[in-house]
C-alpha cells in the first residue's frame, strides 16, 4: 500500500485504493492552477494563459493569451483588475488586465524575474518577488504603483509571497523559500514559516508552529489563513491574531492544496488542478465545475526541424556514407553529401535510442520502449521493411550502447543493473557476460568485440574500485582478466588484425573517485595508452626498428624466416591468454586525460582527451590523435571537437564542432572542415500528448530502476502510477507535464528530486 502517498491507504485496503483511483478517473482531470477570487469572479490560469468565470462555475472565459505563460492571477481589492506574471517580452514581469479584458500593460522591466505577489489594501499599488537587490539567494519583496512607476523595497531583508493586513501596517511573509519543492512533508532546514512583520520597525512575530512547511497566507479580518502540511496533506489553517491560535478548517485525506487566495468573505484554493472555494462565514468548502474551450496549440501534432541541441547519440555508418542520430525519441539519418534524411522510426509515442550501424551496413539497431519497457529493434538501414524485434528479458532495464560483432551477426551491450550481455540474432536470447561491482563512480564495461566476432573484451571494476581489462570467450563462455588491478584500466579495444588489444589506464585516479564527498574535486587524472600482444608467437608492435636494405623476394632473413609483414590474420583468431599481463607495452605517447580510444586500420589507433580543466561551459573540448605503430609517429588530427567517432573501416570519422556536424577522413589532419551535414533537414513529426504519455510512464520506470530505495521510500510505484495516469489526457502545455511530475514524484518524499525544462 502507500505509505508517502497521499492518505489514500492510511489504512486501507486494495479494494479502497482502486475506488479511489475509479474516483479520480471521473472527476475533472484538468490541471485549473492558483486560482483568486472577488466579489462574484474567480480568475485562474490553464494552458499558460489566464481565464475568468463566474463564482457558481461554468463557461470559464480567456482573459489572456500570447507567446510564454501567463501565470499567478490576483484581483485588486474592488475586483477590477488583475495583476499577474507574465512571460510576453521571453522574461517574467508583472502585468496588469482589466478583469473585464484588455490590453495588458507591463509595470516591471528589470532584467531578472518579477513575479506579482499581491496588492496593497487601498489597492493603489502592487507587490512582487524579485531578487534585483538581494544579498543572498532569497528574494526580496516590492511594491510598484498599479499605474507604472518605480519599485520600492520593503523593509525586510529577504521576503517570499506575503500578504497585508487590513490597515496595510502589517504583512504575513516567507521569509526563505524551499528549493526543492518536489518533496512532499519535508522536515529539514528549510521548512517554510510564516512571520508577521510590523512595517514601521520590521520587528517580526512567527506564526506558532512545529516545523511544518506553512505558506501561501492569506490575511482577512483579524485572521491570516494560510496552507500547511503539519497535520499531513496540505490543507487550510488559520491563526487568529488576536488569540493568537491556530486551527485547521479544512479536514485533507487526498491530493494537497496547492495554492489559494482570498477575498473578503471566501478563499479560492487548488487542490492540485481542481477548483474549490471556502466560504469564510460557513466555514465550508464547494467544488468549482469550469468548462474550458481552449484551441490549446501547445498539444496540437506538427512537424518540428531537429536542431543540434536535439540530438542525443549518433553513430556513422561502416564505410562513412551515412550519420544515424538519435534526435527527439526518433532514429535518423543524413547522407555525408548525396541523398535525403530518413526517418528510420517516426513514432511520436514511442522512445527510440542509441543507435549502431551494423559493420555489413545492411542495418541499424536501437533501443526502443514501443512494447512499454525496452527492447533491442533491427531495421534495414532504408527504413523499410519489417523491425526485428527482440525481447532482452526480465526483469526489464534501461539499456545501453549496442555494440555490433564484425560479422554482424550478433550485438553486446550493457544495462542499468551493470550487466554485460549479449544476443545472437537469429536465437534472439540474451545472454549475460558478467556483471559489474559497484555502479558508482565508474561504470563503463565499454564493450568491444574481437576481429573474428568470438571474444569480447570490456572493463569491470575490481573490489579496489579500479577497473581490469578482461576478455570473454563466447566459444568457452570464460572471461579472464588481462591486467593486474593496479591501474585503472579503461576502453580495450582490438586490433584490427586480431593480433593486439589496446586499452588506457591511470595509477593516479584514486585521488579523483571520492566523489561523494568534496575532495575529489579538481584532483587531476592522467593515463597512458597501453597494448597486449594476445599471442605469445607474436612480435612486439614495439620493437626496436632498424633502416636495413631488404631481402630480395622469396629470399630469407638472418633468422631464417621470411618476413611476416603482409600476413593475414588466420581466420580463428586465437590468444593465448596465459601470461598474458606479461605482455602488455606501454604506448609511446605521453601521459594526458585520455578518455576514449578506437582502432582503425591495422597498426593505428586514434585517442581521445580533453583538458584537466574546463574553463567553458557546456561539453569540454577533445583533442584527436592519431598514432601509426607502423611509423611510430602521431598526428594531431582534430581539436575543439566534442563528439568523435570512427566508422568500422577505419576511413571515415564522424565529429561534432559547434552545432554543426562532419564527416571526413582522419588518416591526415583535418584541416579545414569539410561541407556540414545537412542537420538543419532533420524533421520529426510531433505529437505532444502522445509524447507526453511516453514520458510520464518512462519517468515511474527511472525511478523503478534508477532509485536507491529498492521500496522506494514505502511507495507503491504502480498505483502511483495508475492513480496519477488520468491526468496525463489533460495535460496542454509542456509545463503542465513538469507539474505533474513535481506532484507525483514529491510522494517518493526525497531531496534533490529537481524537476525543471522541456520545451
Wanted: charged share 25%; aromatic share 10%; with cysteine.
Amino acid at each position: 500500500m502507500l505509505t508517502s502517498f497521499p492518505r489514500i491507504a492510511a489504512a486501507v485496503s486494495a479494494l479502497t485504493l482502486l475506488s479511489f483511483v475509479a474516483h479520480a478517473e471521473n472527476r475533472n482531470r484538468l490541471l485549473l492552477r492558483s486560482p483568486d477570487v472577488s466579489k462574484t469572479q474567480i480568475v485562474f490560469e490553464y494552458a499558460g494563459d489566464l481565464w475568468i468565470v463566474g463564482r457558481e462555475g461554468g463557461d470559464a472565459r480567456r482573459l489572456t493569451t500570447g507567446i510564454g505563460r501567463e501565470m499567478g492571477p490576483h484581483f485588486s481589492p474592488d475586483g477590477t483588475q488583475i495583476a499577474f506574471t507574465g512571460e510576453y517580452e521571453g522574461n517574467l514581469d508583472v502585468y496588469v488586465v482589466p478583469a473585464s479584458g484588455g490590453v495588458p500593460k507591463r509595470l516591471t522591466y528589470h532584467p531578472g524575474y518579477d513575479v506579482a505577489a499581491g496588492w496593497t489594501p487601498d489597492g493603489k499599488r502592487i507587490f512582487f518577488m524579485s531578487h534585483r537587490d538581494s544579498y543572498s539567494d532569497s528574494n526580496r519583496l516590492y511594491t510598484i504603483s498599479a499605474n507604472g512607476s518605480f519599485p520600492e523595497a520593503l523593509p525586510l531583508a529577504t521576503a517570499e509571497d506575503g500578504s497585508y493586513s487590513p490597515d496595510g501596517s502589517h504583512i504575513a511573509y516567507l521569509p526563505v523559500f524551499q528549493w526543492q519543492p518536489a518533496w512532499k512533508r519535508y522536515r529539514g532546514g528549510q521548512t517554510l514559516k510564516i512571520w508577521i512583520a510590523n512595517l514601521a520597525d520590521s520587528s517580526v512575530q512567527p506564526v506558532p508552529r512545529d516545523n511544518s512547511n506553512d505558506f501561501n497566507p492569506m490575511w482577512v479580518g483579524d485572521k491570516i489563513y494560510f496552507l500547511s502540511d503539519r497535520n499531513g496533506p496540505v490543507t487550510l489553517f488559520q491563526y487568529d491574531t488576536v488569540s493568537r491560535k491556530v486551527k485547521q478548517l479544512i479536514n485533507n485525506d487526498g491530493l494537497d492544496f496547492k495554492s489559494a487566495n482570498a477575498c473578503s468573505d471566501a478563499i479560492a484554493y487548488e487542490q492540485f488542478g481542481a477548483l474549490y472555494l471556502f466560504d469564510l462565514k460557513s466555514g465550508r468548502s464547494r467544488s468549482i465545475d469550469v468548462r474550458v474551450s481552449a484551441d490549446l496549440p501547445e498539444v496540437r501534432p506538427r512537424f518540428e526541424k531537429i536542431t543540434a541541441a536535439k540530438i542525443e547519440n549518433s553513430t556513422i555508418s561502416p564505410t562513412g556514407q551515412r550519420a544515424a542520430f538519435e534526435a527527439h525519441g526518433e532514429i535518423l539519418t543524413v547522407p555525408a553529401e548525396k541523398g535525403d534524411v530518413r526517418n528510420l522510426t517516426s513514432s511520436p509515442s514511442v522512445a527510440d535510442r542509441d543507435p549502431a550501424w551494423s559493420p555489413d551496413g545492411n542495418w541499424v539497431a536501437y533501443f526502443s520502449d514501443e512494447s512499454g519497457e525496452y527492447a533491442l529493434h533491427i531495421r534495414d538501414q532504408s527504413g523499410l521493411g519489417e523491425v526485428k524485434k527482440i525481447d532482452l528479458g526480465k526483469p526489464p532495464s534501461f539499456f545501453y550502447t549496442p555494440v555490433w560483432s564484425p560479422d554482424s551477426k550478433k550485438i553486446a551491450y550493457t544495462d542499468k543493473r551493470l550487466n554485460l550481455w549479449f544476443v545472437d540474432l537469429d536465437k534472439k536470447i540474451p545472454v549475460r557476460l558478467d556483471t559489474d561491482l559497484y555502479d558508482s563512480p565508474g561504470f563503463q564495461m565499454t564493450p568491444s568485440w574481437s576481429p573474428d566476432s568470438n571474444w569480447l573484451a570490456y572493463s569491470k571494476q575490481l573490489e579496489n574500485h579500479l577497473h581490469a581489462v578482461l576478455l570473454y570467450s563466447l566459444a568457452d563462455s570464460k572471461c579472464t582478466q588481462v591486467t593486474d588491478g593496479m591501474s585503472d584500466a579503461l576502453s580495450p579495444v582490438f586490433d584490427k588484425s586480431g593480433k593486439y588489444l589496446y586499452f588506457r589506464a591511470s595509477t593516479n585516479v584514486a585521488l579523483a573517485n571520492g566523489w561523494v564527498d568534496m575532495s575529489s574535486i579538481d584532483r587531476p587524472v592522467t593515463s597512458s595508452i597501453y597494448v597486449a600482444v594476445l599471442r605469445r608467437d607474436l612480435p612486439s608492435p614495439l620493437a626496436p626498428q632498424s633502416d636495413d636494405e631488404k631481402p630480395p623476394a622469396g629470399k630469407k632473413d638472418n633468422d631464417g624466416k621470411k618476413p611476416d609483414i603482409d600476413k593475414k590474420p588466420p581466420p580463428d583468431l586465437r590468444i593465448d591468454l596465459d601470461n598474458i599481463g606479461q605482455r602488455i607495452l606501454a604506448v609511446p605517447l605521453p601521459e594526458r586525460n585520455y578518455v576514449d580510444l578506437g582502432a582503425g586500420k591495422e597498426g593505428v589507433i586514434f585517442v581521445t582527451d580533453k583538458p584537466l580543466v574546463t574553463i567553458q561551459e557546456g561539453p569540454p573540448p577533445l583533442t584527436i590523435q592519431k598514432f601509426d605503430f607502423n611509423t611510430r609517429k602521431t598526428e594531431t588530427i582534430l581539436e575543439g571537437v566534442t563528439v568523435f567517432k570512427l566508422a568500422d573501416n577505419g576511413e571515415k570519422s564522424l565529429y561534432r564542432r559547434g552545432e554543426q556536424w562532419f564527416i571526413a577522413n582522419p588518416e591526415q589532419p583535418i584541416k579545414p572542415d569539410p561541407a556540414a551535414l545537412k542537420i538543419a533537414d532533420m524533421e520529426v513529426y510531433v505529437d505532444p500528448r502522445a509524447e507526453w504519455r511516453q514520458m510520464y510512464h518512462e519517468t515511474w520506470r527511472i525511478e523503478r530502476d534508477f532509485f536507491y530505495d529498492p521500496h522506494y521510500h514505502g511507495l507503491d510505484l504502480k498505483a502511483a502510477e495508475q492513480f496519477y495516469s488520468p491526468y496525463v489526457g489533460g495535460l496542454a502545455t509542456r509545463s503542465d507535464l513538469n507539474y505533474l511530475f513535481e506532484e507525483m514524484l514529491g510522494n517518493m518524499t526525497v531531496g534533490h528530486m529537481f524537476i525543471s525544462g522541456g520545451t
